[in-house]
């Protein structure tokens, strides 16, 4: 090889992102734009969706997209921020759900109560029910939190307790379609931002130092237990959030909250989506979920259709659509001689 | 036998090796010295293949792109795009730095992974080689890796690299965290080796006192460039690296 011609493709950070680390020294319009415009982008797109689409249909699709939304959120948060790999999406959701429709059926409250009430109650009891394994590195807490939905479902089942197999039935509704429409939109693009803003704060750099290397997170005086399990209750209450809002969507509750693809469908969007961006596996879902309902008039055989898109992004996209999107986004590429 | 020439290597736009040519004859030790960041491991890791490996995975993970350019001659064959586990077929074993044993297995099973390529007299052969050249192994060999000492972790992960049945071997910075006692056993140890077993080593190091008195030829790395190079009395008899290296200042 003659070392005279050759050449490499080096990256280099746009202009803004050079000047300063995080803060923004902001000098024209279009460097403000620069920054504003992907999360305008991403607010002002998920806002008029519902109104694109004059479908009720497709109306519900979209909010169904959010509670898959909320779950891939929560497992990203856990698997890139805390090292914690979630399997038990459908236990939040169905936590959250059977807690909405007891308070909501039995109590008599009102769904703007239920939801909030759901959410907070339901992710301590999923905290408290996951506590045991959070001290315990490895695939423990995987382990787990995939055997709490099917033995929840069994238990319901087999006690015949909130109207076993039937479910509970005759939850209120949202008053309006424009609550049940915008309601779950709103709340994922606040939980979206919250956590973003989260994991850059002191207490996301503890638990990201929780993942890299919890010896040393110990050796700093600080209780890794605690941390894990304010990360679990921060994604069980999202999960179980969402659950709730299925719920009074459906105006039923039953066993099938505690359906697999609650736990499944939210990792697929990650990978397809780009881990640890947050932004990512929302997006993920965004294609996903709309494919899944694209392909029911193939039955079964959407299953094929899915595993081989998922395939095809492992193989020929491994990191992930907003990893790549944000790299070409934020540095250009040029050849550069040697 | 090995001979690199124009080895340079980038982690994204950070250059770590810069036109590095080394090269080492049959039979001979070859030390690298540098200090911290000065791109010994860089180097190691090329001329073993590994940074191939960590190139794809980088390239998956959506992370650095690392950029190699250059030669590296084995036996007159180019072998700079040959897979790791090729090049460590045709002989070339990399023992990486922080030893890297097999933390959950014992001592010997540690030494027969090592040997898994080799034929199975020519394994046990080495395998009594290994029990002769550390007699501290053959009493730990039902021990669990992580539980041995720095200094005998070290004599396994060399036991296991001589396992492979090197015609060159790597020995990135062998000394690293052990007692100056530990120091010149693994010294000697690495000369017997070389001499016993006809085989070229290459051993990177930030001290060069206590390896400099086993070496053949020896090249200085700063910066990621090969400043110097020698046999042991020229780099010895060069009062840069007498007060660089040695700490002896001229009178």
């Known amino acids: ?338 | 036998m090995l001979e690199a020439k124009g080895l340079m290597v980038f982690y994204e736009n950070m250059l770590a090796l810069n036109n590095v040519s080394i090269k080492c004859a049959d039979n001979q030790i070859v030390g690298i010295f540098g200090a911290n960041s000065a791109g010994k491991s860089t180097l190691m890791y090329t001329l073993a293949g590994i940074i191939l490996d960590m190139q794809k995975k980088e390239a998956m993970a959506g992370g650095e792109r690392i950029t190699m350019m250059g030669e590296i001659r084995y036996q007159g064959e180019e072998i700079s795009h040959l897979k790791p586990s090729l090049r460590a077929r045709k002989g070339i074993i990399l023992c990486p730095e922080r030893r890297r044993i097999f933390k959950e297995s014992s001592v010997i099973e540690n030494l027969r992974i090592g040997g898994y390529l080799a034929s199975a007299p020519q394994a046990k052969k080495t395998l009594a080689y290994v029990f002769e050249l550390f007699p501290t192994l053959k009493h730990l060999q039902k021990r669990i890796g992580g539980f041995l000492s720095g200094g005998e972790q070290q004599m396994l992960a060399i036991g296991r690299a001589l396992m492979a049945q090197p015609k060159i071997l790597l020995l990135d910075e062998p000394l690293l965290g052990l007692s100056p006692l530990m120091q010149s056993n693994l010294i000697h140890a690495t000369r017997e080796i070389c001499n016993k077993m006809q085989i070229a080593i290459i051993v990177t190091e930030q001290y060069a006192r206590p390896v400099m008195p086993i070496v053949d030829y020896a090249f200085i790395l700063e910066n990621g460039s090969a400043v110097l190079e020698g046999t042991r009395q020229e780099l010895m008899d060069n009062p840069d690296v007498r007060s660089a290296y040695f700490g002896i200042e001229e009178s």
């Open chain 1, 1 to 338: 090889m003659a070392i005279t011609t050759q050449r490499r493709k080096e990256r280099i950070d746009r202009g803004i992102n050079v000047r300063t680390e995080g803060i923004y020294a902001l000098m024209s319009i279009k460097e403000l734009s620069y920054l504003a415009a992907p999360r305008l982008v991403l607010i002002v797109g998920l806002l008029i969706l519902p109104l694109l689409l004059p479908d009720m249909y497709w109306k519900r699709v979209i909010t169904i997209t959010c509670i898959y939304a909320f779950l891939a959120l929560s497992f990203d948060f856990l698997a890139h921020f805390v090292g914690l790999v979630s399997l038990g999406g459908a236990f939040f959701v169905g936590i959250g759900g059977y807690l909405a429709a007891i308070a909501n059926t039995y109590w008599g409250f009102p769904p703007w109560l239920t939801i909030p009430f759901a959410a907070l109650v339901g992710g301590a009891v999923c905290t408290l029910l996951l506590f045991p394994c959070l001290p315990l590195r490895g695939v423990y807490f995987a382990i787990v939190s995939l055997m709490y939905p099917l033995f929840s479902a069994r238990v319901i089942e087999a006690l015949d307790i909130f109207g076993g197999t039937d479910g509970i039935m005759g939850i209120d509704g949202f008053s309006n379609h424009f609550v049940e429409e915008y309601a779950p939109l709103g709340l994922l693009l606040i939980a979206l931002f919250a956590i973003r803003r989260l994991v850059t704060t002191d207490f996301g750099l503890v638990l990201r130092g929780v993942k890299d290397n919890d010896q040393a997170i110990r050796a700093s005086g600080m209780n890794v237990t605690f941390y894990k399990s304010v990360a679990v209750y921060i994604a069980s209450t999202m999960g179980c959030l969402s659950g709730a809002i299925l719920v009074h969507i459906y105006m039923w509750s039953g066993i099938s909250l505690f359906a697999l693809d609650f736990s499944i469908l939210p990792i697929a969007a990650t990978v397809i989506g780009g881990s640890g961006t947050l932004i990512g596996p929302v997006l993920g879902c965004f294609i996903l979920v709309p494919i899944s309902e694209l392909l029911r008039d193939f039955g079964t055989l959407r299953i094929v259709f899915y595993a081989l898109i998922l395939v095809g992004f492992i193989i020929f996209r491994s990191e992930g659509l907003m990893v790549w999107g944000q790299r070409k986004y934020h540095q250009f590429e040029r050849w550069t001689q040697i």
